[in-house]
Antibody, heavy 118, light 107 residues
Framework: EVQLVESGGGLVQPGRSLKLSCVASGFTFRNYGMNWIRQAPGKGLEWIAY????????YYAETVKGRFTISRDNAKNTLYLQMTSLRSEDTALYFC???????????WGQGVMVTVSS | DIQMTQSPASLSASLGETVTIECRAS??????LAWYQQKPGKSPQLLIYNTNSLHTGVPSRFSGSGSGTQYSLKINSLQSEDVASYFCQQYYDYPRTFGGGTKLELK
């Protein structure tokens, strides 16, 4: 069974940093591209970052480019999102999701909440 | 960026009814279109990919269609467990973009 388990969320002050993790199991992690997608409370879905299976290709949404860094450790089956210069508008539930090649997000984690507030 | 416009934003329907949700892309996405279902307090689940292919385990009462810039999701014979929010998403280009969502409720 595919499992994606996010962690590392919490309450953080504006301007500070936070690092999210997503531990994968139940599939061959190194063969899949991975994504971070977020959902502000009561709002829709916003894709924010993608990393290819071997980390050769990385894409970001403009809203986080230059502030967030996606990375992965295939030996540890773990995806990361380093978030810096956090803003109140970054408050959201953050999901990791996997994908095959040029395909949609076929499995999602349960999400981890990030709240940016003073 | 490709904008995805989804309608309606909310929908109320009766059990057994057929419902349709529309999604329009601001430019052609060449069938790189997926639909997700999100139940309250849960993560989204993939329903349909490549416009009309059912993801593993998805009931056959769900179907997708469309081409170019216009796509739709149809739910035949609405069941109580279909109460959820539905999102379309294009994966033709980066940034990946979602429609605003449709909240489906029972009448």
């Amino acid at each position: 069974e595919v499992q994606l388990v996010e962690s590392g969320g919490g309450l953080v002050q504006p301007g500070r940093s936070l690092k999210l993790s997503c531990v994968a199991s139940g599939f061959t992690f190194r063969n899949y591209g991975m994504n971070w997608i977020r959902q502000a409370p009561g709002k829709g879905l916003e894709w924010i970052a993608y990393i290819s299976s071997g980390s050769s290709y990385i894409y970001y949404a403009e809203t986080v480019k230059g502030r967030f860094t996606i990375s992965r450790d295939n030996a540890k089956n773990t995806l990361y999102l380093q978030m810096t210069s956090l803003r109140s508008e970054d408050t959201a539930l953050y999901f990791c999701a996997k994908q095959r090649e040029v395909q949609p997000f076929d499995s999602w984690g349960q999400g981890v909440m990030v709240t940016v507030s003073s | 960026d490709i904008q995805m416009t989804q309608s309606p934003a909310s929908l109320s329907a009766s059990l057994g009814e057929t419902v349709t949700i529309e999604c329009r892309a601001s430019e052609g996405i060449y069938n790189g279109l997926a639909w997700y279902q999100q139940k309250p307090g849960k993560s989204p689940q993939l329903l349909i990919y490549n416009t009309n292919s059912l993801h593993t385990g998805v009931p056959s009462r769900f179907s997708g269609s469309g081409s170019g810039t216009q796509y739709s999701l149809k739910i035949n014979s609405l069941q109580s467990e279909d109460v959820a929010s539905y999102f379309c998403q294009q994966y033709y280009d980066y940034p990946r973009t979602f429609g605003g969502g449709t909240k489906l409720e029972l009448k």
